[in-house]
């Protein structure tokens, strides 16, 4: 995430770049201590119920990407699941078609909460691409543990002839599906 956010950072630098894209990052924890990011020392508190980005994780600040941080037990930032607080923001400002068809949602972490912005995206047709974790043994395609079901464009295609899905391997497949391919 904070290589895209470097991406989206140089985008906007580039005035080659017609209309480039912008980034915001949703950041969630179980408590503030176990947020795997730094908080910037002078960011204002956040309140409990806000989803409006700000400018307070050092690692997206520096590309100019806001935040919104949340904790489970609201120790910091918003209070709840990041998906919530994701949710609300989509149904605060990305709410018409136009807006939908011209975001992307990238999610990584761990799986449940993975799922939950698939189906979030997937109910408002919102792209996604999901970044999955699996336990990978060898990394480069001969182990197998790493393997996740997809769905298959064409069911006569092999492997799994006739079959609508068939397994991928995430170390050399992916590890970056699009969401409504996945079926976990
Ligand atoms: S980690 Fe071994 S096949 Fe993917």
Redesign the pocket.
């Known amino acids: 995430m904070i290589y895209l956010a470097e991406k989206l950072s140089r985008e906007l630098a580039d005035p080659s770049v017609h209309n480039p894209r912008k980034g915001v990052a949703f950041c969630g924890a179980t408590t503030r201590d176990l947020l795997a990011l730094t908080v910037t020392p002078d960011a204002p508190a956040p309140d409990k119920t806000s989803i409006a980005p700000l400018y307070n994780i050092r690692e997206f600040q520096k590309y100019n990407v806001p935040a919104v941080i949340t904790t489970d037990d609201g120790s910091y930032g918003f209070k709840g699941y990041v998906t919530e607080a994701f949710e609300r923001y989509l149904d605060r400002w990305i709410t018409d078609q136009a807006d939908r068809q011209k975001t992307v949602i990238y999610t990584c972490g761990p799986e449940g909460m993975m799922k939950t912005v698939a189906q979030i995206a997937i109910r408002r047709n919102i792209a996604c691409q999901v970044c999955v974790e ?1 336990a ?12 996740i079901r997809v769905k298959k464009d064409d069911p006569s295609s092999v492997p799994l002839k006739g079959s609508d899905w068939c397994y991928r ?4 497949d992916g590890p970056v599906f699009q969401a409504e391919k996945l079926l976990w």
């Open positions: 699996r990978m043994a060898c990394g480069m395609g001969t182990c197998q543990s790493c393997c391997l995430a170390c050399t």
